[in-house]
């Protein structure tokens, strides 16, 4: 159950990602290059495929330019 629970947050997680890249028009490209990170791992993020590090977080925030407050709250 635990389990379920971690992946359903990873998905909400990664499509309140999404919403807010797409906000902002940045393409995936866009993202992993103002975050310093591979598409591939932005992609993964997004679709709950990967649970992201802290660091990771930090990068997302500061590559869309918000507060890793607004990112995970």
């Known amino acids: 159950m635990n389990r379920l629970r971690n992946k359903e947050e990873l998905i909400v997680f ?14 995936l ?6 975050a310093e990170m591979e598409i591939s791992q932005v992609y993964r993020i997004e679709k709950g495929k ?3 590090t802290f660091t990771t ?7 869309l330019g918000i507060t890793i407050g607004e990112l995970v709250g």
């Open 50 to 52: 990967i649970n992201p």
């Open 29 to 34: 490209e866009q993202l992993a290059i103002e």
């Open 14 to 27: 990664g499509e309140k990602l999404k919403g807010i890249r797409l906000s902002k028009c940045f393409t």
């Open 57 to 63: 977080l930090t990068a997302l925030a500061r590559g």
